[in-house]
């Protein structure tokens, strides 16, 4: 069984990254490698910063391991809230002000669409690699549906009528960016 770190303190994450790639591969978090510090994520793009924490770990501990980083993109809004999604409204991560700016942000838009684009960087045997996954889809008017996080409720995925909220978790899964880049990197480890 090969060991990944993942760049992330998340447990929640891990898990679900971990179910996707099977019982090969055994994910270790970042404390587990002994990175208990905050990594910085400084960066312009998402990119940049999968790239800016895939590196911090390997140039520390020398282990494979990959990071992610997401951001929702709307067109209306030149791109943002991107690299700055998780503290749009401010610091800390408040998921209620953020959607509540978003949709000051856009109101009377005409245009509404957006995307959510994960972005992961992953180090094997000193190489790096980069997968992206992304969904389409536009910003609601209103919030609806309580599952999720973040900006969820307000998110509707092209070709569908309601939003990431109001799906179940698989039904997201199967659908969106986070899901998309990680069975990317899972087919790229797996066929290795
Ligand atoms: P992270 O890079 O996964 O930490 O995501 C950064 C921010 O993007 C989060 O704090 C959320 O605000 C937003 N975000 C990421 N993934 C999702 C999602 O699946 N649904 C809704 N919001 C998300």
Do not use: W
Not at 1 to 18: D, P, S, Y
Not at 68 to 89: C, I, K, W
Not at 145 to 153: E, H, I, S
Not at 169 to 192: C, P, T
Request: with cysteine; glycine share 12%.
């Amino acid at each position: 069984m090969r060991e990944i770190v993942f760049a992330t303190g998340n447990a929640h994450k891990l898990a679900e990254v971990q179910a996707v790639l099977g019982d090969e591969f055994r994910l270790v978090t970042a404390a587990g490698a002994g990175i208990t510090e905050e990594i910085p994520e400084t960066g312009l793009t998402l990119e940049q910063n999968a790239s800016q924490k895939s590196h911090y770990l390997y140039e520390r501990q020398g282990v494979d391991c990959f990071a992610d980083d997401t951001g929702l993109e709307v067109d209306a809004l030149g791109g943002a809230p991107g690299v700055h999604s998780a503290r749009y409204a401010g610091e800390g991560h408040d998921f209620e002000a953020n959607n509540r700016l978003l949709l000051e942000n856009l109101e009377g838009a005409a245009d509404r669409s957006a995307r959510f684009r994960t972005v992961i960087s992953l180090i094997l045997d000193g190489r790096e690699y980069l997968f992206e996954g992304r969904v389409e889809g536009r910003i609601a008017e209103s919030r609806s549906g309580c599952g999720g996080f973040g900006y969820d409720p307000l998110f509707i995925p092209e070709g569908s009528e309601v939003s990431f909220a109001e799906m179940t978790a698989d039904e997201k899964n199967a659908i969106s960016h986070r899901g998309r880049a990680v069975r990317q990197l899972a087919e790229f480890l797996k066929n290795r």
